[in-house]
């Protein structure tokens, strides 16, 4: 696997981090972070914990890692003891209504150094709306070009796909 190679061949930016995960899904994302180093809580709703669980366990055999899993719904209070050096969130903005909520849990999850590393598709209708509103709170760090990426197995469009870090803006 492409993202295994990677893990073991490189000096990630996440290596010795505090990083959580929103909407973890399968855990895929979360357990290549823990491979490369990162200290990661992937969360999503109850129902996957499990899933997420068994899928880092499998994944990560004869590897020393810091990963776990923890149901989290936005909106939650943070309940982790701790703030985070990096965000990870992919594909979080289908609706409208969710953004507020979803700007006030990166509010209460990270602290003036936090980055948030965003992906989404550029047909997302609501990232507009996103954007206009996280402005508020954040200001957008850096476009992730591309063409950086190394995606040999995947079989879409990579440039339908937008990556960009955010910050929190300190007053």
């Given amino acids: 696997m492409q993202g295994e190679y990677e893990a073991e061949h490189s000096t990630p930016y996440c290596r010795g981090?505090?990083?959580i995960e929103l909407g973890s899904g399968?855990?895929?994302?979360g357990t290549v972070?823990?491979?490369?180093?990162?200290?990661?809580i992937m969360t999503d709703k109850p129902a996957l914990i499990d899933l997420i669980t068994h899928n880092l366990e499998k994944n990560t055999v004869g590897k020393l890692v810091?990963?776990?899993a923890a149901?989290?719904?936005?909106?939650s209070p943070n309940n982790f003891g701790r703030d985070f050096d990096i965000i990870l969130a992919a594909d979080l903005t289908y609706e409208i209504?969710?953004?507020?909520?979803l700007i006030n849990t990166f509010l209460s999850l990270s602290n003036n150094n936090t980055q948030?590393?965003?992906?989404?598709?550029?047909e997302r209708f609501a990232m507009g709306a996103f954007f206009d509103q996280v402005q508020k709170f954040f200001y957008k760090v850096e476009k992730v070009p591309t063409h950086q990426l190394i995606l040999d197995d995947?079989?879409?469009?990579?440039?339908?796909?937008?990556?960009?870090?955010?910050r929190k803006i300190v007053k």
């Fill in 33 to 40: 972070a823990s491979i490369i180093g990162a200290d990661i």
């Fill in 17 to 19: 981090k505090s990083v």
């Fill in 71 to 75: 149901p989290f719904l936005w909106g």
């Fill in 116 to 122: 948030i590393w965003l992906a989404y598709g550029k």
């Fill in 154 to 166: 995947v079989d879409f469009p990579i440039s339908t796909i937008e990556i960009v870090k955010l």
């Fill in 26 to 29: 399968i855990g895929l994302t």
């Fill in 97 to 101: 209504e969710d953004i507020p909520v």
């Fill in 66 to 68: 810091h990963g776990s």
